[in-house]
Protein backbone atom coordinates (compact mmCIF):
# COMPACT_ATOMS: atom_id res chain seq x y z
CA UNK A 1 0.00 0.00 0.00
CA UNK A 2 1.02 2.94 -0.98
CA UNK A 3 0.50 6.14 1.04
CA UNK A 4 0.08 9.91 -0.54
CA UNK A 5 0.84 11.37 2.52
CA UNK A 6 4.99 12.16 2.65
CA UNK A 7 5.23 14.66 5.51
CA UNK A 8 9.29 13.69 5.26
CA UNK A 9 9.45 14.88 1.59
CA UNK A 10 8.88 18.39 0.31
CA UNK A 11 5.83 17.42 -2.73
CA UNK A 12 8.03 18.82 -5.48
CA UNK A 13 10.88 16.82 -4.58
CA UNK A 14 8.64 13.74 -4.71
CA UNK A 15 6.94 14.24 -8.00
CA UNK A 16 10.58 15.05 -9.83
CA UNK A 17 12.02 11.98 -8.25
CA UNK A 18 8.95 10.24 -9.85
CA UNK A 19 9.55 12.08 -13.21
CA UNK A 20 13.42 10.95 -13.78
CA UNK A 21 12.50 7.03 -12.27
CA UNK A 22 11.56 4.61 -15.07
CA UNK A 23 7.60 5.53 -15.88
CA UNK A 24 5.27 2.81 -16.21
CA UNK A 25 4.03 1.61 -19.78
CA UNK A 26 0.66 1.36 -21.14
CA UNK A 27 -0.35 -1.77 -19.42
CA UNK A 28 0.31 -0.20 -16.29
CA UNK A 29 -0.95 3.24 -16.54
CA UNK A 30 -4.37 1.27 -17.10
CA UNK A 31 -4.16 -0.87 -14.19
CA UNK A 32 -3.77 2.45 -12.15
CA UNK A 33 -6.64 3.75 -13.60
CA UNK A 34 -8.69 1.06 -13.75
CA UNK A 35 -8.02 0.47 -9.70
CA UNK A 36 -8.88 4.22 -9.00
CA UNK A 37 -11.63 3.93 -10.83
CA UNK A 38 -13.31 1.14 -9.18
CA UNK A 39 -12.13 0.71 -6.09
CA UNK A 40 -12.03 4.98 -4.97
CA UNK A 41 -9.92 5.89 -1.95
CA UNK A 42 -9.31 1.71 -1.52
CA UNK A 43 -7.19 2.30 -4.39
CA UNK A 44 -4.47 3.99 -2.40
CA UNK A 45 -3.38 0.38 -1.29
CA UNK A 46 -2.04 0.00 -4.48
CA UNK A 47 2.16 0.29 -4.53
CA UNK A 48 3.55 3.44 -6.52
CA UNK A 49 4.92 3.48 -9.63
CA UNK A 50 8.64 3.90 -8.34
CA UNK A 51 8.37 1.51 -6.06
CA UNK A 52 7.26 -0.94 -8.72
CA UNK A 53 10.22 0.25 -10.46
CA UNK A 54 12.64 -0.76 -7.50
CA UNK A 55 10.65 -4.19 -6.62
CA UNK A 56 11.46 -5.33 -9.75
CA UNK A 57 15.57 -3.68 -9.83
CA UNK A 58 15.38 -5.62 -6.75
CA UNK A 59 14.67 -8.94 -8.07
CA UNK A 60 16.49 -8.46 -10.86
CA UNK A 61 19.53 -7.65 -9.42
CA UNK A 62 19.83 -10.96 -7.18
CA UNK A 63 18.74 -13.52 -9.80
CA UNK A 64 15.38 -14.05 -8.32
CA UNK A 65 13.83 -17.09 -9.80
CA UNK A 66 10.98 -17.83 -6.75
CA UNK A 67 9.36 -14.92 -5.29
CA UNK A 68 6.37 -14.60 -2.92
CA UNK A 69 4.24 -11.83 -2.27
CA UNK A 70 1.92 -11.97 1.12
CA UNK A 71 -0.91 -9.06 -0.10
CA UNK A 72 -1.70 -8.91 -3.91
CA UNK A 73 -4.76 -6.19 -4.46
CA UNK A 74 -5.20 -5.95 -7.92
CA UNK A 75 -1.69 -6.44 -9.28
CA UNK A 76 0.64 -3.82 -9.62
CA UNK A 77 3.26 -5.12 -7.33
CA UNK A 78 3.15 -8.87 -9.02
CA UNK A 79 2.99 -7.20 -12.54
CA UNK A 80 6.29 -5.84 -11.61
CA UNK A 81 7.95 -9.01 -10.34
CA UNK A 82 6.49 -11.52 -12.59
CA UNK A 83 7.61 -9.37 -15.66
CA UNK A 84 11.53 -9.35 -13.56
CA UNK A 85 11.20 -13.33 -13.54
CA UNK A 86 12.88 -15.45 -16.12
CA UNK A 87 10.87 -17.74 -18.04
CA UNK A 88 10.80 -20.45 -15.40
CA UNK A 89 10.79 -18.60 -12.44
CA UNK A 90 7.32 -18.65 -10.54
CA UNK A 91 5.75 -16.12 -8.35
CA UNK A 92 3.08 -17.11 -5.55
CA UNK A 93 0.89 -14.79 -4.53
CA UNK A 94 -1.26 -14.72 -0.92
CA UNK A 95 -4.91 -12.63 -0.85
CA UNK A 96 -8.13 -13.22 0.35
CA UNK A 97 -9.91 -11.12 -2.27
CA UNK A 98 -11.35 -13.01 -5.29
CA UNK A 99 -12.95 -9.52 -6.06
CA UNK A 100 -9.43 -7.69 -6.26
CA UNK A 101 -7.46 -9.88 -7.65
CA UNK A 102 -9.83 -10.83 -10.60
CA UNK A 103 -8.84 -7.68 -12.03
CA UNK A 104 -4.92 -8.65 -11.57
CA UNK A 105 -5.53 -11.75 -13.24
CA UNK A 106 -6.57 -9.69 -16.61
CA UNK A 107 -3.46 -7.71 -16.32
CA UNK A 108 -1.29 -10.70 -15.56
CA UNK A 109 -2.97 -12.32 -19.32
CA UNK A 110 -2.63 -9.20 -21.34
CA UNK A 111 0.84 -9.17 -19.86
CA UNK A 112 1.49 -12.54 -20.60
CA UNK A 113 3.33 -14.03 -17.18
CA UNK A 114 0.13 -15.53 -16.07
CA UNK A 115 1.78 -18.74 -16.69
CA UNK A 116 4.57 -17.37 -13.93
CA UNK A 117 1.78 -16.67 -11.36
CA UNK A 118 0.38 -19.13 -8.77
CA UNK A 119 -2.37 -17.53 -6.82
CA UNK A 120 -3.83 -18.87 -3.55
CA UNK A 121 -7.08 -17.02 -2.06
CA UNK A 122 -7.18 -18.03 1.82
CA UNK A 123 -5.70 -16.30 4.63
CA UNK A 124 -1.72 -16.01 3.94
CA UNK A 125 -0.57 -16.98 7.61
CA UNK A 126 -2.09 -20.56 6.25
CA UNK A 127 -0.72 -20.57 3.34
CA UNK A 128 3.16 -19.68 4.19
CA UNK A 129 2.53 -22.42 6.99
CA UNK A 130 1.81 -25.13 4.39
CA UNK A 131 4.56 -24.33 2.29
CA UNK A 132 7.90 -26.82 2.02
CA UNK A 133 10.79 -25.63 5.17
CA UNK A 134 13.51 -25.61 2.60
CA UNK A 135 15.08 -22.43 2.10
CA UNK A 136 14.57 -21.98 -1.65
CA UNK A 137 12.54 -18.62 -1.87
CA UNK A 138 14.72 -15.66 -3.37
CA UNK A 139 12.70 -13.10 -2.47
CA UNK A 140 9.78 -12.51 -0.65
CA UNK A 141 7.31 -9.20 -0.02
CA UNK A 142 5.04 -8.58 2.42
CA UNK A 143 2.04 -5.60 2.39
CA UNK A 144 -0.70 -7.00 4.06
CA UNK A 145 -2.77 -6.54 7.12
CA UNK A 146 -0.06 -4.57 9.65
CA UNK A 147 -0.76 -6.90 12.49
CA UNK A 148 0.26 -9.77 10.97
CA UNK A 149 3.54 -8.53 9.67
CA UNK A 150 5.59 -10.03 12.25
CA UNK A 151 4.01 -13.13 11.60
CA UNK A 152 4.36 -13.39 8.28
CA UNK A 153 8.71 -12.63 8.54
CA UNK A 154 8.26 -15.55 11.32
CA UNK A 155 7.26 -18.00 8.50
CA UNK A 156 9.21 -16.28 5.87
CA UNK A 157 12.69 -15.65 6.98
CA UNK A 158 13.75 -19.46 7.43
CA UNK A 159 11.91 -20.46 3.82
CA UNK A 160 14.39 -17.64 2.08
CA UNK A 161 17.57 -19.01 0.98
CA UNK A 162 20.61 -16.98 2.34
CA UNK A 163 21.70 -13.75 0.29
CA UNK A 164 17.42 -13.76 -0.41
CA UNK A 165 15.88 -10.38 0.34
CA UNK A 166 12.32 -9.93 2.18
CA UNK A 167 10.92 -6.84 1.60
CA UNK A 168 8.14 -4.85 3.95
CA UNK A 169 5.97 -2.27 2.44
CA UNK A 170 4.59 0.58 4.75
CA UNK A 171 7.49 0.61 7.39
CA UNK A 172 6.81 4.04 8.02
CA UNK A 173 3.01 4.48 8.05
CA UNK A 174 2.71 7.75 7.13
CA UNK A 175 5.17 9.04 9.63
CA UNK A 176 2.98 7.50 12.81
CA UNK A 177 5.84 5.31 13.61
CA UNK A 178 7.63 7.75 15.13
CA UNK A 179 4.86 8.84 17.81
CA UNK A 180 5.45 8.53 21.21
CA UNK A 181 2.43 7.00 22.21
CA UNK A 182 0.49 5.38 19.42
CA UNK A 183 -3.30 4.67 20.19
CA UNK A 184 -3.82 2.48 16.83
CA UNK A 185 -3.28 -0.83 16.71
CA UNK A 186 -1.66 -0.51 13.21
CA UNK A 187 1.15 1.75 14.27
CA UNK A 188 1.69 0.07 17.04
CA UNK A 189 1.91 -3.39 15.20
CA UNK A 190 4.15 -1.43 12.66
CA UNK A 191 6.41 0.37 15.35
CA UNK A 192 6.99 -2.93 17.22
CA UNK A 193 7.65 -4.84 14.01
CA UNK A 194 10.61 -2.21 12.75
CA UNK A 195 12.21 -2.51 16.31
CA UNK A 196 11.82 -6.40 16.20
CA UNK A 197 13.97 -6.41 12.65
CA UNK A 198 16.60 -3.81 13.64
CA UNK A 199 17.43 -6.09 16.78
CA UNK A 200 17.29 -9.28 14.40
CA UNK A 201 21.16 -10.50 13.88
CA UNK A 202 19.65 -13.32 11.59
CA UNK A 203 19.31 -10.35 8.72
CA UNK A 204 20.85 -6.96 7.46
CA UNK A 205 18.49 -4.27 6.49
CA UNK A 206 17.53 -0.84 5.57
CA UNK A 207 14.40 1.04 6.14
CA UNK A 208 13.89 2.88 2.86
CA UNK A 209 11.95 6.28 2.69
CA UNK A 210 10.64 5.97 -0.93
CA UNK A 211 6.53 6.41 -0.57
CA UNK A 212 5.41 5.02 2.65
CA UNK A 213 8.48 3.63 3.75
CA UNK A 214 10.16 -0.06 2.24
CA UNK A 215 12.13 -2.04 4.57
CA UNK A 216 14.71 -4.04 2.90
CA UNK A 217 16.11 -6.95 4.46
CA UNK A 218 18.73 -9.51 3.50
CA UNK A 219 19.31 -12.87 5.02
CA UNK A 220 22.47 -13.29 6.32
Known amino acids: MASV ?5 DPAVAAYAIEHSTAPDELQRRLIAETAERLGRVSAMQ ?19 RIVEVGTFTGYSSLCFARALPDDGHLLCCDVSEEWTSIARRYWA ?20 GLPTTADI ?5 DADKSSYAAYFAELLPRVRPGGLILTDNTL ?48
Do not use: C
Open 138 to 142: DLAFI
Open 47 to 65: ISPDEGVLLALLARSIGAR
Open 110 to 129: EAGVADKIELRLGPAIETLR
Open 173 to 220: WSGRVVEPDPDDADTVAMAAYNDALVHDDRVELVLLTIRDGLTVARKR
Open 5 to 9: NQPWL
